[in-house]
């Protein structure tokens, strides 16, 4: 990019492509060092890591941002030692690198948000980076001793060697970018033996000498058992801001490499190694440099680029959300229209032949496969979300004196890009309340007879057509009694109030509660978890609590793949169409007269293979006129909730099943209890998708309905092995119990 000059508008273009790159970099980074704590890397993970420092460096450098360029000199400089073997992994120099890696975070987003951030900011990191270097230096000054070069490395390799010749002639934007020609030739004597010889013979008298223009170049024997892809590849960042010519000059032996070091001052003020080999041949001129690089300016990278999507199996391109999320909607228009047809084909209408239904059929595969392409580009492991959990556990269970480990399962499970965006925060939040006030200390832990370690475990998977996350900890539980306390006290609850298990549980979701016993910095059970609800429910999912007292608890979020296409079973209820979930259906039957029981404490259920399973009367929840009300004479509709358990729905009739398109209604109307959005049908109708694990808390005694109102409750009140027994009515008016 030398010598082009850019509008505001692709300035700004190319400030946005580096600060998604940022993220990503910063992604890989933190979850690499965290790996750091627990094993010793090896030379692909510190490769890994250095690289995503430079780069970020490297950008920083292209946009002004010098407060980072030169913390991420500092940083890059350790990761050098650390790759050499120079510096030894230890637990410290761990600590150290995650520190400076929060560090950077921080520095890009302050960068990206326009924040300037104190001179002095990170200094206590940067002391640290500078002593772990001077210390491996021989206490020499650390600006100075990190740019010194030692005896080049051995190759190691033993297949063919070749000796290339390399010319490399920096530009000023070079260095004006944060780049170091000295670490690029550290970079290259990794791939071999090399003779280097610096060519200083541009360099004018001290009064002519402009300290941001480029006197020096290099001329590079390296023999090596490497390809030219791979020599081109160390120079992969710095391509446009240099002359770079690689050549073959012959099959050989190890070049010797004994050289000697002289310090010069470079162009930026700070003392360089010149690498100078007695008899060596002639510096390459300048000029003659600049004529060959010429040949071939761009195809290192292509080159680059090709193989490494060949020894990745598989590339990737950038693509605007906004576009993904434009295609996303013409294809849900698409699947509309689809409908629509289908429709007129089913009704019969004129013009409509044997020809054109197969037409139709064939229509409707086609855009089903292109549904289920597009709607994969959005989708994304929750990997990204979860590699940021070991940090945060890391940090404050350090700041607590609690020892805590975290497990994570699942991290490969995919899921809706916008659902990714919107985890992290509930997520985090929850971790923050099992290390807090969910794990005990370890003293307390071993007086109850468990292991000082605590665990927490997250864990993604697939259920049906949602993922099912849970945040698990093995520390003290939830003590009801003092949460329906607190609740009454609060006047949450009246004085009164029977409450099941579940139901206490649940109330930790109310606005405000806590049972803390003291305020921290960190959290407080129940503070914040109904903005964690909200969260969850705006995403069309539901969390749900299990706590065990003394053994630990449990929380569920059950969140839609996707928030663009259902696949749904149409049913009918008088005049009405509504749509169920197909991955919630378990089967359909028509009851007879003695599968059909009445609870002596209101509601009704059905018997089905020994298992008694609640019946819900969806015609009466939505007051849905002329619907069939004898559960003998319609259908049941058995359907399975997030948790195992099951309830079932009286309908008139399944119309068929369908794929429709998602709207949200709550951009225009107030949330609808048992509706989780709305579509549109083939034939121009509006149907309202309903909600399952809401419809059952719908139909639940009205005792419990003030505690579901003020708390929204979303949990499947049923399936628990704790649930009360209630006894069941037969037809002879006896009484029998059944768990519901």
């Given at each position: 990019m030398s010598g082009q000059s850019f509008g505001n508008d692709e300035l700004a273009q190319f400030k946005r492509t580096f600060f998604e790159e940022c993220t990503e970099l910063l992604a890989d980074l933190d979850e690499r060092l965290a790996l750091m704590q627990e094993e010793v890397a090896d030379s692909e993970a510190l490769n890994a890591i250095f690289r995503a420092v430079h780069s970020i460096k490297a950008g920083a450098g292209a946009f002004g941002f010098m407060q980072l360029v030169e913390f991420a000199h500092r940083y890059e400089a350790l990761l050098d030692h650390l790759r050499d073997g120079a510096i030894p992994q230890t637990k410290h120099v761990a600590d150290v690198l995650i520190r400076a890696g929060d560090i950077l975070a921080a520095m890009v987003e302050a960068a990206q948000g326009e924040v300037a951030l104190d001179a002095s900011y990170g200094a206590d990191v940067r002391a640290d980076l500078d002593q772990i270097l001077s210390e491996i230096q021989g206490g020499g000054d650390t600006e100075t001793n990190a740019h010194q070069e030692t005896a080049p490395e051995q190759s190691g390799g033993s297949g063919s060697?070749?000796?290339?010749?390399?010319?490399?002639?920096?530009?000023?934007?070079?260095?004006?970018?944060?780049?170091?020609?000295?670490?690029?030739?550290?970079?290259?004597?990794?791939?071999?033996?090399?003779?280097?010889?610096?060519?200083?013979?541009?360099?004018?008298?001290?009064?002519?000498?402009?300290?941001?223009?480029?006197?020096?170049?290099?001329?590079?024997?390296?023999a090596t058992d490497h390809g030219e892809d791979e020599i081109r590849e160390v120079f992969e960042f710095v391509e446009d801001d240099c002359d770079l010519k690689v050549t073959v000059v012959a099959q050989a032996e190890a070049v010797d490499a004994d050289v000697e070091t002289a310090p010069v001052q470079d162009q930026s003020g700070q003392e360089a190694a010149v690498q100078q080999k007695p008899d060596a041949p002639e510096p390459v001129e300048p000029a003659a440099i600049s004529q060959q690089s010429s040949t071939a300016p761009k195809a290192p990278a292509e080159a680059g680029s090709k193989q490494a999507a060949a020894q990745g199996g598989m590339?990737?391109?950038?693509?605007?959300?906004?576009?993904?999320?434009?295609?996303?909607?013409?294809?849900?228009?698409?699947?509309?229209?689809?409908?629509?047809?289908?429709?007129?084909?089913?009704?019969?209408?004129?013009?409509?032949?044997?020809?054109s239904l197969q037409g139709h059929e064939e229509m409707a595969r086609v855009i089903r496969e292109l549904q289920e392409c597009v709607m994969a580009i959005r989708m994304q492991p929750v990997k990204s979300v979860f590699a940021r959990m070991p940090r945060l556990v890391r940090e404050v269970s350090g700041?607590?004196?609690?020892?805590?480990?975290?497990?994570?399962?699942?991290?490969?499970?995919?899921?809706?890009?916008?659902?990714?965006?919107?985890?992290?925060?509930?997520?985090?939040?929850?971790?923050r309340n099992a290390i807090d006030h969910g794990i005990e200390d370890p003293d307390v832990r071993v007086e109850n007879g468990k292991k000082p370690l605590g665990t927490i475990k997250l864990s993604a998977r697939h259920a049906g057509g949602n993922i099912i996350i849970q945040v698990t900890d093995n520390g003290k539980g939830i003590n009801r009694d003092t949460l329906l306390k607190k609740a009454v006290e609060k006047g949450i609850v009246p004085s009164d109030a029977k409450l099941s298990d579940e139901e206490i549980d649940d109330l930790i979701f109310a606005p405000g509660f806590s049972t803390a016993q003291s305020v921290t910095d960190v959290s407080g059970r129940g503070v914040g978890m109904d903005v964690v609800r909200r969260n969850i429910n705006n995403l069309g999912g539901r969390i749900s609590?299990?706590?065990?007292?003394?053994?630990?608890?449990?929380?569920?979020?059950?969140?839609?793949?996707?928030?663009?296409?259902?696949?749904?079973?149409?049913?009918?209820?008088?005049?009405?169409?509504?749509?169920?979930?197909?991955?919630?259906?378990?089967?359909?039957?028509?009851?007879?007269?003695?599968?059909?029981?009445?609870?002596?404490?209101?509601?009704?259920?059905?018997?089905?293979?020994?298992?008694?399973?609640?019946?819900?009367?969806?015609?009466?929840?939505?007051?849905?006129?002329?619907?069939?009300?004898?559960?003998?004479?319609?259908?049941?509709?058995?359907?399975?909730?997030?948790?195992?358990?099951?309830?079932?729905?009286?309908?008139?009739?399944?119309?068929?099943?369908?794929?429709?398109?998602i709207k949200s209604i709550q951009e225009n109307f107030d949330p609808v209890p048992g509706v989780s959005g709305a579509t549109i049908l083939g034939n121009g109708r509006v149907a309202l998708i309903l909600d399952i694990e809401q419809l059952k808390?719908?139909?639940?005694?009205?005792?419990?309905?003030?505690?579901?109102?003020?708390?929204?409750?979303?949990?499947?009140?049923?399936?628990?092995?704790?649930?009360?027994?209630?006894?069941?009515?037969?037809?002879?008016?006896?009484?029998?119990?059944?768990?519901v």
């Open positions: 060697r070749q000796t290339f010749s390399i010319e490399f002639r920096p530009h000023s934007v070079l260095f004006r970018h944060g780049n170091d020609p000295l670490l690029l030739i550290r970079e290259l004597k990794r791939l071999g033996d090399a003779v280097v010889t610096c060519d200083y013979s541009q360099l004018p008298h001290l009064t002519s000498l402009e300290p941001e223009d480029s006197y020096l170049s290099w001329s590079i024997l390296l590339s990737s391109i950038r693509v605007d959300l906004e576009r993904v999320d434009r295609l996303v909607n013409v294809v849900g228009e698409l699947v509309i229209m689809q409908s629509m047809q289908a429709q007129q084909a089913s009704d019969g209408r004129p013009g409509t032949t044997g020809m700041k607590l004196g609690k020892q805590i480990r975290l497990i994570t399962e699942g991290e490969q499970t995919e899921v809706d890009k916008t659902v990714i965006e919107e985890l992290a925060d509930p997520l985090t939040h929850m971790i609590v299990q706590s065990s007292f003394g053994k630990g608890t449990r929380f569920t979020l059950t969140i839609p793949l996707t928030l663009a296409v259902l696949d749904g079973m149409l049913v009918a209820l008088g005049a009405e169409t509504y749509i169920l979930p197909l991955t919630s259906i378990v089967e359909s039957f028509r009851p007879t007269t003695e599968q059909f029981r009445a609870l002596a404490g209101g509601g009704e259920v059905v018997a089905m293979r020994g298992e008694y399973i609640r019946l819900i009367r969806i015609h009466q929840l939505f007051n849905v006129p002329d619907a069939i009300s004898d559960p003998c004479k319609g259908l049941v509709v058995v359907t399975e909730t997030a948790n195992g358990g099951k309830v079932a729905l009286l309908i008139d009739e399944l119309i068929g099943q369908q794929q429709v398109v808390m719908l139909q639940v005694p009205a005792h419990r309905e003030v505690v579901a109102a003020r708390t929204k409750l979303s949990e499947d009140l049923g399936s628990s092995p704790s649930s009360p027994a209630v006894p069941l009515t037969n037809s002879d008016g006896s009484q029998s119990p059944a768990t």
